[in-house]
C-alpha cells in the first residue's frame, strides 16, 4: 500500500516562506517506513536555495526534474513547484544517481544500477527515471541501457528540460541539487502494478504513405526506400523552401513502427540536413516503418483528452493511489496561448476521482507500450511530443 500526499509553493524567491508552505501541506507523522519525494520545479527553485532547504527540512530524500511547468491536484500555476510524497511500510525505495554520462559508454548507468540492487534478491517491480537532456546522448540510449541492465523492469519517466529558450539549465534533481549530465533514478520493490496510458498521434492525422527505413545511423536517420529522407517528405507533400531548408521540420512529427510486435511511437525530426538526411529526436533502427503525420493544438486535445478518459474510467474500475502525468514541451509551446488545456483535462477527469496527481512538462518521455497482439506485454520505449501517464 502507498500512501500519497502532495504539497506545492510557488514562491522562489524567499526560502523560508517556500519550506513552510511546502511543510504546512503535508503530514509527516503519518508517513511509512520507507518514503520518498518526487518534485519538479522551475530552475529557479534550485538557484535560490528553495530545493536545497527543502531537502535539509523534509525526512525523505527528493528525485525529480526541472521544468517549464507543473501542477499537481489542487494547484494549476504552473510556474510552482511541485512535490508528491510516497510512503509505505511495506513497498521500499532505493534510489542512486549515476556519474557523468557522455552517451559513448553505457557503464555510469551500469555501475549505478548494480550498486543500488545489489542489496535486493528480487528485481524492482517499476522504476522511475529522470535523464538528462544531453546532446551526446538521446533518451533511446538511457532507455535501451537501462531496459537491459534492470532485465526488463518497466521504466517511466522523463527528459529535464527548463524555460530557458536553448534548455541549457535543464537538470535533473537529486537530494537537493542539480545535475546536467546525470541520471537519477528511484527502484520501487514490493506490490507495485504500473499502468501506463500514453496520448501519441490520431491516426486521422497521418499522412497515408509510409516508407522504410533503410539507412540509420543512432539519431541520423539516412534514407527510407532507399532515397534521401528528404525525397520521402517531398512526396508526402512536405516541400522545403527556395533556399532547399525544411523550415518547421519539427512540428511534423512521425510514427516509428518498430516491426517487433509493439506500438508505434511518436519521434520528431530536429533538422535536415544538405544531404537530405534527418537530424531525430531518437535511433530510429533500419527496418522501421515510417509514417508523417500533423501536429496541431487540435490533435493535441484530442489525443490526450481521449487517454485521459480512459485514464478516469480505469481509476474508477481499478482504484489508484496515484497518477504520475508527463507531456512533452514540443506539445506545451504548440497549444500557445491555451498552454493550461492540457493540464485541465486531466484536472476534469480526475476531479471526481479522489485520487493525487501531478503534471509535470518534459524535455522527452519514457514508458513502456504494448504489443499490438497482446497489450500486456510491454517494451519500454523513449518518446517525443507524447503524454504519458501511470497510474500505480
Excluded: W
Excluded at 525523505?60 to 510552482?80: E, H, K, P
Excluded at 514490493?190 to 486521422?204: E, N
Excluded at 518498430?258 to 511511437?265: A, E, F, I, R, T
Amino acid at each position: 500500500m502507498l500512501n500519497v500526499q502532495t504539497a506545492f509553493t510557488p514562491e522562489i524567491d524567499d526560502v523560508d516562506k517556500a519550506v513552510t508552505e511546502i511543510i504546512e501541506q503535508l503530514n509527516l507523522d503519518a508517513l511509512g517506513k520507507y518514503r520518498i519525494g518526487i518534485i519538479a520545479a522551475l530552475p529557479a527553485f534550485l538557484e535560490t536555495g528553495v530545493v536545497a532547504a527543502l531537502q535539509e527540512a523534509l525526512p525523505f530524500d527528493l528525485v525529480g526534474q526541472t521544468t517549464i511547468a507543473t501542477s499537481l491536484c489542487g494547484s494549476d500555476n504552473l510556474d510552482q513547484l511541485s512535490i508528491m510524497v510516497l510512503s509505505s511500510d511495506t513497498i521500499e525505495f532505493s534510489i542512486y544517481l549515476s556519474t557523468p554520462i557522455d552517451g559513448q559508454s553505457a557503464d555510469p548507468i551500469k555501475s549505478a544500477h548494480l550498486k543500488a540492487t545489489a542489496p535486493y534478491e528480487q528485481k524492482p517491480s517499476f522504476i522511475l527515471s529522470y535523464v538528462p537532456l544531453s546532446q551526446t546522448a538521446s533518451g533511446d540510449f538511457f532507455i535501451k541501457n537501462l531496459d537491459t541492465i534492470s532485465g526488463g523492469v518497466p521504466i517511466f519517466g522523463g527528459v529535464t528540460v527548463d524555460d530557458t529558450l536553448d534548455y541549457h539549465n535543464s537538470q535533473v534533481i537529486y537530494k537537493g541539487k542539480g545535475y546536467s549530465d546525470q541520471m537519477a533514478c528511484v527502484l520501487f520493490y514490493g506490490d507495485v502494478r504500473p499502468r501506463f496510458f500514453l496520448a501519441t498521434i490520431t491516426y486521422g492525422k497521418v499522412f497515408e504513405e509510409t516508407g522504410l527505413v533503410t539507412g540509420s545511423t543512432g539519431s541520423l536517420l539516412r534514407t527510407i526506400d532507399g532515397a534521401p529522407v528528404s525525397e520521402f517528405l517531398k512526396s508526402v507533400g512536405i516541400k522545403p523552401n527556395e533556399d532547399g531548408e525544411f523550415v518547421g521540420i519539427n512540428t511534423y512529427p512521425y510514427l516509428v513502427d518498430y516491426n517487433d510486435g509493439s506500438d508505434p511511437v511518436i519521434k520528431i525530426m530536429f533538422a535536415v540536413t544538405a544531404e537530405g538526411y534527418a537530424a531525430c529526436g531518437g535511433d530510429i533502427p533500419e527496418g522501421a516503418l515510417l509514417t508523417v503525420s500533423i501536429f496541431d493544438s487540435n490533435e493535441i486535445l484530442g489525443s490526450s483528452k481521449a487517454t485521459i478518459s480512459n485514464l478516469a474510467e480505469d481509476v474508477k474500475e481499478n482504484g489508484a493511489n496515484l497518477v504520475l502525468a508527463y507531456s512533452c514541451v514540443g506539445r506545451y509551446f504548440s497549444l500557445g496561448v491555451n498552454a493550461k488545456a492540457e493540464v485541465e483535462l486531466l484536472e476534469d477527469a480526475l476531479s471526481n476521482c479522489d485520487v493525487p496527481y501531478v503534471f509535470t512538462y518534459c524535455g522527452g518521455e519514457l514508458c513502456p507500450v504494448g504489443n499490438k497482439d497482446d497489450s500486456s506485454i510491454l517494451t519500454n520505449r523513449a518518446h517525443n511530443s507524447t503524454f504519458i501517464a501511470v497510474v500505480l
